[in-house]
């Protein structure tokens, strides 16, 4: 299994110029999520998945859009990219099916930069 | 959102055992507690989980007193390799996890 996968693992937009992050995962997962890390801070979650076609807000997700049209994707997306979205974005899966075990794996992140 | 609170940071030396305590006040009956780490430059890796009284795996000890208001990761005979974040989360009903600020531990030799 390859795990939690993201695309790409960099990036470097202008501001205002939009993308999309695309997190998958083989592990057939219900629960998918969407976090950022500033620098020397915690994770902050942006929007989570409680299962295809599925979506909700977090804590922080203003300027950003996603979707999950297929169970093993959630893509996240930036209309309008500002500085302030410079962050790292982590995305995460969670099964909920397989018992009491609340383990989230993490993809390797993705570093954006917006100039 | 079950708030969770933690020390900023902490400080060890290699061999000794580190307890790290993470207060959740309004805990729900429902509601787990679980522990990550996090190296620089990686996402979090699950330590731990825990309802009530202790748990123990290969590579800590979580304790929760019976009013589960608090929580305590114990790390035994921590090494260099220990250093890191480390988060306490509350796994809520609805599944919208969400992580505080974490515990920077630093392991000295």
């Known amino acids: 299994n390859a795990g939690v996968t993201q695309t790409p693992k960099f990036r470097v937009l202008k501001t205002g110029q939009s993308m999309t992050l695309l997190c998958a995962q083989d592990?057939?997962?219900?629960?998918m999520y969407w976090y950022r890390q500033d620098p020397g801070m915690g994770l902050r979650l942006i929007h989570y998945?409680?299962?295809?076609?599925?979506?909700a807000k977090g804590e922080v997700p203003d300027g950003y859009n996603v979707s999950r049209l297929k169970k093993q994707n959630f893509l996240l997306g930036l209309e309008s990219a500002a500085p302030s979205q410079t962050s790292v974005y982590f995305c995460?899966?969670?099964?909920?099916?397989?018992?009491?075990?609340?383990?989230?794996?993490f993809g390797p992140g993705t570093r954006l930069t917006v100039t | 959102l079950a708030k969770t609170t933690q020390p900023i940071s902490m400080d060890s030396y290699e061999g000794q055992e580190v307890n790290i305590t993470c207060s959740h006040n309004?805990?729900?009956?429902?509601?787990?507690i679980t522990w990550y780490q996090q190296f620089p430059s990686q996402g979090p890796r699950f330590i731990i989980q825990?309802?009530?009284t202790k748990v123990t795996n290969e590579v800590a000890s979580l304790f929760i007193p019976a009013d589960r208001k608090s929580s305590t990761l114990s790390l035994p005979r921590v090494s260099l390799s220990d250093t890191a974040v480390y988060y306490c989360?509350?796994?809520?009903?609805?599944?919208?996890?969400?992580f505080g600020a974490g515990t920077t531990v630093t392991v000295r030799a």
């Open positions: 989360l509350v796994v809520l009903n609805d599944y919208k996890l969400s």
């Open positions: 825990g309802y009530k």
């Open positions: 592990m057939n997962h219900e629960y």
């Open positions: 309004n805990i729900a009956t429902n509601d787990y």
């Open positions: 995460a899966s969670i099964d909920v099916g397989g018992g009491n075990s609340y383990e989230q794996y």
């Open positions: 998945s409680v299962g295809e076609g599925t979506t």
